[in-house]
């Protein structure tokens, strides 16, 4: 039930310079290269489209994590976010998945769906305590740009703390 209001997204990949966005309500940002273009797409929170045609978008679901954040219920949790991911994507295959710590400890899943169209989905889910951020870029199927999406999906996650 939460996995379908995290995975509701839609997704993206590119080149050159580099941004920081920072995202509403929320301490994580993005490390967005140059050539994407913003998109206007109600219930997302960001949205943007590179010149090779894939597709990221940031959502937000209001929904406490903290089974994610027990070592005694984090298994089970994050395999529902897997389940409800996989449901979200009709004939979607599994390609990869890890389960990891984004900067402050908070929990990040990084999940990668093949679609039965050739695109593949990748993504990470940050859950934080009282509220999820999915992010889904959309690679299509003969673009080439995964590594470029997979890179692009580490930087998101909350800042670093300054080192005192």
Same mark, same amino acid.
């Not at 027990?70 to 395999?79: L, N």
């Given at each position: 039930?939460?996995? *379908?209001?995290?995975?509701? +997204?839609?997704?993206?990949?590119?080149? !050159?310079?580099?941004?920081?966005?920072?995202? %509403?309500?929320?301490?994580?940002?993005?490390?967005?290269?140059? $050539?994407?273009?913003?998109?206007?797409? %109600?219930?997302? @929170?960001?949205?943007?489209?590179?010149?090779?045609?894939?597709?990221?978008?940031?959502?937000? !679901?209001?929904? %406490?994590?903290?089974?994610?954040?027990?070592?005694?219920?984090?298994?089970?949790?994050? &395999?529902?976010?897997?389940?409800? =991911?996989?449901?979200?994507?009709?004939?979607?295959?599994?390609?990869?998945?890890?389960?990891?710590?984004?900067?402050? $400890?908070?929990?990040?899943?990084?999940?990668?769906?093949?679609?039965?169209?050739? =695109?593949?989905?990748?993504?990470? @889910?940050? +859950?934080?305590?009282?509220?999820?951020? $999915?992010?889904?870029?959309?690679?299509? $199927?003969?673009?080439?740009?995964?590594?470029?999406?997979? *890179?692009?999906?580490?930087?998101?996650?909350?800042?670093? &703390?300054?080192?005192?």
């Amino acid at each position: 039930m939460r996995a *379908a209001v995290v995975v509701a +997204l839609v997704l993206a990949a590119a080149p !050159a310079r580099a941004d920081d966005i920072a995202l %509403p309500r929320s301490k994580a940002i993005l490390h967005l290269p140059g $050539g994407w273009t913003k998109l206007d797409i %109600p219930a997302v @929170v960001v949205a943007y489209r590179s010149a090779s045609g894939s597709t990221l978008a940031i959502t937000r !679901a209001q929904v %406490p994590n903290f089974d994610a954040w027990r070592s005694k219920t984090r298994d089970g949790y994050v &395999e529902q976010i897997e389940k409800g =991911a996989l449901a979200a994507v009709p004939g979607g295959k599994k390609l990869a998945k890890k389960l990891g710590e984004a900067p402050g $400890g908070v929990p990040a899943l990084d999940l990668e769906i093949r679609r039965p169209d050739g =695109a593949t989905l990748v993504m990470r @889910v940050l +859950l934080f305590r009282s509220y999820t951020l $999915g992010l889904v870029i959309e690679v299509p $199927g003969k673009s080439g740009k995964l590594d470029e999406a997979r *890179a692009i999906t580490t930087t998101f996650a909350p800042p670093r &703390e300054p080192k005192p």
